[in-house]
């Protein structure tokens, strides 16, 4: 789902706090085999549906369109189901084939027992920084606009900043990982907007099972998941396939053990990516 890290609701009072805090850049599973362009391939380029961010950006007259849909259900403090999409972020290639712009669509949420809304928009960038026969490096940056439902908006801008990699350990198997820094908003039960920061690094392992196929698992911890309550960790594992040059589908499945407050989260998910 794509640092493709898309934003979901919680299911009680901290509705309005998400799942992954942040609309941020998604990193795919990297591509294990070296090529003479790292970033060549839909695989090496889309950010679904890992929380790590891809550390190359779209080529110049490109465009590439990702989205996808997760069923979430919330356990402890505040039980529930949600279901989250487009999880749509619209990745425009530049005149610089290092760096791209973002337009991240905001997602809506459909509960079940409690409010549905829409979350926020957001607005980036993602770039390449440089890469060597083992490991490519990058980063992107990422403003949120607080434009959405009551029960789904951050209450005010939010800023995140990624470095993001990947590291080939040989023709199959290969490292990820994005450190984020990240300027946060969630509102308080008040409602009045309270900001906070959150270091999220990402960890991943990928299995490139053929030249169009990757499965991957990561680990993503959370330092805050809002103004005051405290730490988290995420789990993800997902396959990704790639129909051709131009398609990519993908599912997931992840969980979060009880945060700071009780609550307990997993989810299925699934993905489309388009790139002309």
């Not at 529930?80 to 084939?97: E, K, L, M, S």
Request: aromatic content about 12%; some cysteine.
């Amino acid at each position: 789902m794509g640092r493709g890290r898309f934003v979901v609701a919680g299911l009680s009072c901290a509705f309005a706090t998400a799942l992954f805090t942040a609309p941020a850049l998604g990193q795919t599973a990297p591509s294990a085999t070296p090529t003479p362009n790292p970033c060549d391939g839909i695989l090496n380029l889309i950010n679904r549906p890992t929380l790590a961010s891809a550390p190359c950006a779209v080529a110049p007259n490109h465009v590439l369109v990702e989205s996808g849909y997760a069923n979430v259900v919330s356990t402890g403090a505040g039980s529930g189901v949600a279901a989250n999409y487009p999880q749509a972020v619209i990745r425009v290639g530049t005149f610089d084939p290092k760096f791209e712009f973002d337009i991240f669509a905001p997602n809506y949420t459909h509960s079940n027992g409690a409010p549905s809304g829409w979350g926020d928009l957001a607005l980036g960038t993602q770039f390449n920084l440089g890469s060597n026969d083992k490991a490519v490096w990058g980063g992107g940056a990422i403003v949120s606009i607080p434009t959405g439902n009551q029960a789904f908006t951050a209450g005010g801008a939010q800023y995140t900043a990624d470095f993001n990699w990947v590291y080939n350990l040989g023709p199959v198997f290969g490292l990820f990982g994005t450190e984020s820094f990240n300027a946060l908003s969630a509102r308080s039960a008040s409602g009045a907007a309270q900001s906070y920061f959150a270091f999220e690094p990402s960890t991943g392992i990928s299995a490139q099972l053929s030249p169009n196929m990757v499965l991957y698992g990561e680990h993503t911890y959370f330092s805050q998941v809002g103004p005051g309550p405290g730490s988290k960790s995420s789990f993800d594992f997902g396959y990704e396939q790639a129909l051709n040059s131009h398609i990519e589908l993908d599912v997931e499945y992840g969980f979060s053990p009880p945060d700071p407050t009780g609550l307990k989260q997993h989810y299925f998910g699934a993905g489309l990516a388009f790139m002309n």
